[in-house]
């Protein structure tokens, strides 16, 4: 049973293939050079990767514009290709998950051009359209600023189709059971070829009413359980991780009362609020964002993170959370994207500071779930934010001093290696770091292993524990007769924090520093006291060093 939930305790890498390695010299990455980097993935500690779209596509959005769900991008590779990729990753006992974007397709699909051509075509009802311009075509635009409006006039079929992104992204009429059954026969096609599940894009969408005459969407849930059904038939272990920015009450909704539709969700909420208590040092909404997401089903899983190929989407927060978020990470108009997020990297979010790095990182890997890293995380990569919108955060992979970061032979690659200043592969680069004891990235890979080490924050409960300073997070973790502590302290000033692990501790309890020697015993009173430096963190387990000889229960 506790293989079937292999993803409670793993460590997701997300990377796309064309910016991490390039093995042919054409200056675009491709499946071979991934392969060749796997050993490195492995030596981190990261247990699935999940690839960024590499199908087909005209790439206008990074790849999101589909034009064949079955096959590879000639530039990265073929299928064979992708078969010896997973192969390989099996042999290492890495799992790969894919991005599954089936809200839309490229308008040079040729199911979408198909549809055009010919009224008749089976194709045509795979798509959403409407006579007439609908009235509330400006409404739920996603991309304020750069995107007009939902609908776009087709001269070919003299109709208007519906687009929730961006123009050439007509989106399917997911309603259709035709189209429901294109979708599981996609997710089946790469089950086939050894993926163990997807990162699907955009579910609230997927999921929802579309139509000129759709004035409130409605979210067709039993989608979800249907898409879990076939998943759990052709591959008992199979997931879907679903990128699902929606509020906490409906929750549930998304997993099943009974963890009968979705396994894993991004958990959006406690983002945006842990970046907020990351510039303001107040933990309280960082707690209630923690505890208003409390409740899922025993097999469900938050995915918790930092930074991903997206902006840093802040639409939860208050607009004075916001205003403090967008003063200290983003205060610049170019570093702000569509009136919502931040378009940075987090190292130079955190303008480059080690201990604020190393606080986000402790803080992510030891919050309720999995974590999902960004690939350069590792290292520290900044960004170009001469790129435009999201493009400044997906510059290639920085191995080497070598030209172009060791990311490519090429004299002229498709994507430009971030380079100078602070952050250039001169300075930030896998290879300078590997051989530095003291490097980001070897902190990065000691933080990983330890926390695949404490099984109790991915399979166990948690509670939030009453702490001294409100600066301080305090966490306390419960499974199995076994209990961790995690202590965060946001503030750029050193603090002591006094606190208890339970109401009924007893004088002497004992807690086990997992990183340092520096263990803490309670006192007469049943009371901790830590004395925390600046951007400190702490992760203790209860009770003593025994829980090594207790790692064959997971």
Known sequence: MLNDL??????VYCLSVGTYMDANGDGIGDFEGLNRRLDYLQGIGVTTLWLMPFQPSPCRDNGYDISDYYNVDPRYGTLGDFADFTNACRQRGLRVMIDLVVNHTSDQHAWFQDARRDPSSKYRDWYVWSKKKPLNAKDGVVFPGVQKSTWTYDKQAALWYFHRFYSFQPDLNTANPHVQAELLKIMGFWIQLGVSGFRMDAVPFVIATKGAKVKVPVEQYNMLRTFREFLQWRKGDAII????????????????DEGERLQMMFNFQVNQAAFYTMASADTAPLKKALLVTKQRP????????LRNHDELDLGRLTPDQRSVVFAAFGPAPDMQLYGRGIRRRLAPMLDGDRRRLELAYSMM???????????????GMGDDLRLPER????????????????FTKHARPLSRVISGGPYGFERINVANQRRDPDSFLNWTERMIRMRREIPEISWGDFVVLRASRKEVLALRYDW???????????SAVACTVKFKTESGDSAGTLLVNLLSDEHSQADSTGRHTVVL??????????GGLDYLLKRSDV
Not at 241 to 256: H, I, K, R, S
Not at 365 to 379: A, K, W
Not at 533 to 542: A, D, L, S, T, V
């Open 6 to 11: 292999w993803y409670k305790n793993a460590i």
């Open 241 to 256: 991780l679903a990128e699902a920015n929606v509020l906490p009450n409906t929750d549930m909704q998304y997993f099943g």
């Open 391 to 406: 493009e400044c955060c997906r510059t290639p992979m920085q191995w080497s001093t070598e030209p172009h970061g060791g």
């Open 298 to 305: 025993a097999t469900a899983q938050w995915g918790v993170f």
């Open 480 to 490: 199995r007769n076994n209990s961790v502590v995690c202590l965060h302290n946001f």
């Open 533 to 542: 430096e600046p951007f400190g963190y702490r992760w203790y387990r209860q």
């Open 365 to 379: 890997l030891t919050l309720p779930g999995t974590p999902v890293f960004r690939y350069g995380d590792e290292i």
